[in-house]
């Protein structure tokens, strides 16, 4: 139980002396200008102090006596440091088993701590004591994002400062999507003490609205461009937006490549096609966000195209960094009013005016947060320090103390072992079980129960694909690789991966050569009545070599609306 300590009354009372009035009275004394006890008189300071300085007996502190000297407190402040700038903070409970093995290692025994274990106590007033130390509510962040390293921020800031020499603050535009939800959130509510689960009657859901938001040096914001999750679109859906806004709509609800390159032409293509001098655009490296159209168009126009460095949007996205936390803020308390008046999940048709007000709320601060971003990142002005002094250094500091530096070496070992991006030694999924539902399974068994009604192409006899259609072929079939393919036709083909070989089927669009084709692949539906194939959203084109095809597909059957059925591939199970 922790006490509450109350002062004696007429008890001695510590006097506080000011550590610069003593540092002068030393000072005085060893200059030969004054004596003890003049230098003492002259700046109010105890003789006996003085004294113990001049001598070199280092006077203990009024009050009680710390555990840990002054310097095995500093090494225990600087490896706290250090553990939170490597994203390992430490808690009070870890603090106290450091302090204990220590105490353990050295072969002291403290009076004061109970079998070497310091208290909730000690670690409070060794808070007190080392200002540099505080409590705080840790973000967690993914370990790929951890492993970011200072050479590639060193790399990429390098590549930056050549890109954006000479370039105007309102000619450098970040972009990013985001994704605003219908759930606004937890608030603070007035209820009967000793309630532990108040509810607040609320529709909510967890669909959300993707919108791409880019933004300029200077802190002007372009018009946001929103993504629909939904098959059309309706005019009810684009009403009472930010003037200049445009709307579009996928079954994915997320930006793909096709509705990136609409975005970057009705929205980034406008806003550059004025502006005179070097132009450059810093955005993700998402595979939808790169489009061989986008970066054509970035040519013509004199835009470079500035990629960021993998899992680092948290360090180099400015609006990461500084716009979107105020902004969701914004639009949580613009959302919560809404739900206070109406009932129901939030309608597409009520989004664009609650975007606006989001937007609107934010008011004069919306600009300052921008161009914050863009400081913070070390973008404009151009400053790759304040990026780079986040991350943490492998290059222990030089310590005079032989021990203190193989312990820093120690940790920094250990430090970087649990940052890395992924373990070693981390196993696979490997194959499915082909156990009955509702039965349990063992070890013991599983090899045993591996489930035989996928052909794997990685197994242990190492069959090629041909080798392993050729087992499950259809007799009516022609297996054989045709010397010749025409236009329109359909075959079976094979792509190579790291575990193993995966099938698609093409359509054949263009015989290049007598070794190429350019064939646009099918997508694998499963539904409860039937399994069919179909073309996707995005139109899958490549190009393959003979050796790719497997086989040539007899026509398939049209269901309807572009769904096909091969009977062909009566005798495959695993194409995708």
């Known amino acids: 139980m922790v006490r509450n300590y109350a002062r004696v009354v007429g008890g001695r009372r510590s006097h506080g002396h000011d550590n610069q009035q003593i540092e002068k009275a030393v000072e005085a004394v060893k200059s030969g200008r004054m004596s003890l006890r003049g230098a003492c008189k002259e700046f109010g300071v105890p003789k006996s102090t003085v004294h113990d300085i001049l001598k070199d007996k280092h006077p203990k502190k009024s009050g009680g006596q710390t555990v840990l000297s002054a310097k095995e407190e500093d090494q225990l402040a600087q490896g706290i440091l250090k553990c939170a700038e490597w994203g390992i903070p430490l808690r009070a409970i870890d603090l106290r088993l450091v302090v204990r093995e220590y105490l353990n290692r050295m072969g002291r025994k403290e009076k004061v701590f109970k079998d070497n274990f310091p208290g909730m106590e000690w670690v409070r007033g060794f808070l007190s004591r080392r200002r540099e130390l505080t409590v705080r509510l840790g973000e967690n962040i993914k370990r790929v994002r951890a492993a970011v390293t200072r050479e590639v921020l060193e790399k990429y800031f390098n590549n930056l400062e050549v890109v954006l020499n000479g370039v105007p603050p309102e000619n450098i535009v970040n972009y990013d999507e985001t994704n605003f939800s219908d759930d606004p959130g937890k608030s603070r509510v007035i209820v009967k003490r000793g309630e532990k689960h108040p509810s607040v009657i609320k529709d909510t859901s967890k669909t959300s609205v993707s919108v791409m938001i880019a933004a300029s040096a200077s802190g002007e914001l372009l018009p946001p461009y929103t993504v629909y999750k939904a098959v059309h ?102 959302l919560d009013q809404w739900k206070r008046k109406n009932r129901g999940v939030l309608p597409k048709s009520e989004f664009p005016r609650l975007l606006k007000s989001a937007f609107e709320s934010m008011g004069s601060s919306l600009s300052p947060n921008i161009c914050a971003g863009f400081r913070a990142t070390g973008i404009f002005p151009f400053d790759k320090s304040r990026v780079i002094s986040k991350v943490p250094s492998l290059n222990p500091k030089d310590n005079s103390d032989a021990a203190s530096d193989a312990w820093s070496n120690a940790f920094l070992e250990m430090l970087a072992s649990s940052r890395a991006e992924t373990p070693e030694g981390r196993k696979s999924r490997g194959k499915k079980l082909n156990v009955e539902a509702g039965k349990s399974v063992s070890a013991e068994i599983k090899n045993e129960s591996v489930c035989d009604d996928v052909v794997d192409i990685s197994s242990e006899k190492n069959l090629s694909v041909d080798e392993v259609l050729a087992s499950h072929v259809n007799n009516e079939v022609d297996f054989e690789i045709p010397g010749s393919l025409t236009e329109n036709s359909f075959v079976l083909l ?13 359509k054949v669009i263009e015989v290049c050569s007598n070794k190429k084709i350019r064939v646009q692949c099918l997508r694998k539906k499963n539904t409860a009545k039937e399994t069919y194939f179909r073309f996707p959203d995005v139109a899958d084109e490549c190009i393959v070599g003979k050796s790719q095809i497997v086989r040539q597909l007899a026509p398939p059957r049209d269901l309807r609306r572009g769904r096909f059925v091969f009977s062909s591939l009566s005798d495959v199970n695993d194409v995708d």
């Open 494 to 506: 094979k792509f190579g991966t790291n575990k193993r070989d995966r099938l698609f089927v093409g």
């Open 233 to 334: 679109l309706y005019p009810t859906w684009v009403e009472g937006g930010i003037e200049g806004s445009r709307f579009n709509r996928n079954i994915s609800g997320w930006f793909d490549i096709t509705t990136f390159e609409d975005w970057f032409t009705t929205t980034c293509v406008p806003f550059f096609k004025n502006r005179q001098g070097p132009k450059v655009m810093i955005g993700d490296n998402l595979s939808s966000h790169l489009s061989v159209e986008v970066i054509r168009k970035c040519e013509e126009m004199g835009i470079d195209f500035v990629m960021l460095p993998p899992n680092s949007t948290h360090l180099c996205q400015p609006l990461d960094v500084a716009f979107f936390r105020p902004l969701k803020i914004a639009w949580r308390k613009c």
